[in-house]
């Protein structure tokens, strides 16, 4: 399914571009796919990256491999902005009451399989991805 349309949220951004076990997977199965997501994930993304360098979790070679590679995701990546039309929609999952960060990512994905196209939701996030199946997403799992 080379053509699919995958929705990528943070844990499985962030697994991906720090290369971990996970990571590896995830970059062999999304390679030739078009990516979505919502603009939080580069906030999202960036704030993580950020974090971890100065918590001496990562180096800072993979600090500024990150950066670069988040740079150069923006232009392929198709991002949804966070607008009013996704903030008040009255859509919670029935059970969970995910983050508002989650949520954004959830009501996004929500919005692409609507509105144009969604074959996978992929996150690595157990809470995220509990939510994501109870409001209907397609979720991949990794």
Partial sequence: MSDAIIYLDTSAYIAILLEGK????????????????????ILEAERNILRLSRERKISPEQYSESIAQIKADIEVFKLKNLNLELCLTNVFPPVQTPRSSDLAHLRTALWFMQNERLDFFITLDEAQRRSAVDCGLPVKIF
Avoid: P, T
């Fill in 22 to 41: 996970k990571g590896h997977a995830l970059w062999d199965f999304i390679q030739g796919k078009k990516i979505i997501s919502s603009v939080l994930l």
